[in-house]
């Protein structure tokens, strides 16, 4: 039965203001199933305010293989944080 | 009527609900580790552990009223089958999944209009309880229509399931919605609603799913059974209290 049914990624926001979080994954006929199976297994213990259920196929992810293309670049780019900067003194609030 | 009697008949009342609570969720239990998927698993013993907390409650309630040394456990372990006095339904077998879909939603919409009208009793310990209980049971029969409806207007095996369930559980039905002469001086108390009141509106929400699962209603007027709120019960419910009472009875007293 569960072979049959897709994959879901199931997101919890714990507090109002936070962001959701992904929590895990679960199999479901439909949205509505989704949501609810999300209900049952991941908010027994108090742990959400708001669910977000997302099809497991329309998430796109970045490719390990990829990593260094994608990532290492970034390394010797120190300039792009804000503490490579020095402050000068006249600048109070910053 | 006096007090006096008032007091007797709300002990069997609390008794009478909690066993009803108590059984359903004994019956939801054996799903546990059974479901038909992980998330179902869950699902069921969730219903089956928010139905336990009410009978909790309510036999902690039963034996404030009784006074006679027996505490919640001694009234869920120690009394016999015929002492019990929940309803008919809930101690009917799991069956297929459509049959304890079936069995959930028939008891479900009940629960939920008769909650609502005991959150106005007199009595404010079962006031209290309704009102808390309501949340649960709202999301129960959410569940539980969603499933009926599912199934009903699935494939054409899980049609013909659902409707056989829902066929086969529609003679322990009527028993819900007719009172015994103790809910009847109860009611007419203002300390429960009015259960033949709650006939219609039972019928019309659960003829609301069921046509939209593309179901057959079973007859309003088909013949029922009664007897389980004055103790009389089908073979099952004593299978039901063997395996849950067996601890207690072995080993009395027992705690861990």
């Known amino acids: 039965m569960s072979t049959n049914w897709p994959l879901w990624e199931v997101f919890i926001r714990s507090r109002q203001g936070l962001d959701h979080k992904h929590v895990g994954s679960l199999h479901a006929a439909d949205a509505k199933m989704a949501m609810e199976n999300a209900r049952d297994v991941y908010t027994r213990r108090m742990e959400g305010v708001s669910i977000w259920v997302v099809l497991s196929g329309n998430i796109h992810a970045s490719n390990p293989d990829e990593a260094g293309s994608f990532y290492d670049p970034a390394e010797d780019k120190v300039y792009r944080h804000p503490t490579f900067y020095d402050v000068p003194d006249e600048v109070k609030n910053m | ?256």
């Open chain 2, 1 to 256: 009527m006096t007090t006096e009697a008032h007091t007797t008949d709300l002990q069997r009342y609390v008794l009478h609900l909690a066993d009803t609570h108590l059984v359903l969720a004994q019956r939801l239990g054996e799903w546990c580790g059974h479901g038909p998927v992980l998330e179902q698993d869950i699902a069921l013993t969730n219903i089956g552990l928010d139905l336990l907390g009410q009978s909790t409650t309510l036999y902690q309630y039963a034996a404030t009223l009784l006074n006679d040394g027996r505490t919640e456990d001694d009234l869920a372990f120690m009394r016999r089958e015929h002492e019990y006095t929940n309803v008919l339904l809930v101690e009917q077998p799991n069956g297929d999944f459509g049959v304890t879909v079936a069995r959930q939603f028939y008891f479900d919409v009940f629960q939920r209009l008769f909650l609502k009208g005991l959150a106005n009793s007199k009595d404010e310990a079962l006031a209290g309880m309704a009102e808390k209980a309501l949340k649960e049971v709202t999301y129960h029969l959410k569940w539980s229509s969603e499933w009926v409806i599912r199934l009903g207007d699935g494939t054409d095996e899980s049609h013909a399931r659902m409707q056989k369930a829902l066929n086969d559980l529609w003679m322990y039905t009527g028993e819900l919605t007719t009172p015994t002469a103790y809910e009847t001086a109860l009611a007419e108390a203002g300390y429960i609603p009015n259960l033949a009141s709650l006939r219609e509106l039972w019928l019309e929400q659960v003829k609301q799913v069921i046509t939209e699962a593309t179901l057959v209603m079973p007859a309003a007027d088909a013949w029922m059974q009664q007897g389980g709120k004055t103790g009389r019960h089908t073979e099952h419910l004593g299978y039901i209290l063997t395996d849950m009472q067996y601890l207690q009875r072995t080993y009395p007293g027992m705690k861990w």
